[in-house]
């Protein structure tokens, strides 16, 4: 399983932009997106749903293991 960070934005009627970011354990990208996605809509009420689908929703996905092993290399370089 690989491990992805999924960013969420929309345009929220009360608050501005809201924003949240989650974390999915998937074996692709595609599968981290719709896990992440279908826990981040349940935790909205009905009219942040409604702004969400009226404002659309912003995804930004970036794999963890990616970031992981550049900073490890990083790191192991600089000792």
């Known amino acids: 399983m690989k491990s992805f960070e999924v ?4 345009q929220d009627r009360s608050a ?3 924003e949240s970011t989650l974390k999915a354990d998937a074996s692709s990208l595609p599968g981290a ?3 992440a ?3 981040f809509v349940k935790g909205l009420d009905r ?10 929703l912003e ?7 990616a970031a992981e092993k ?4 990083e790191a192991a370089s600089a000792s």
């Open 7 to 10: 960013h969420f934005r929309y």
């Open 16 to 18: 501005g932009t809201s």
């Open 33 to 35: 997106v719709a896990k």
């Open 37 to 39: 996605t279908r826990e």
């Open 47 to 56: 009219k942040q749903r409604f702004d969400m689908n009226k404002s659309g």
């Open 59 to 65: 995804i930004s996905v970036k794999s963890i293991e």
């Open 70 to 73: 550049s900073g490890a290399a």
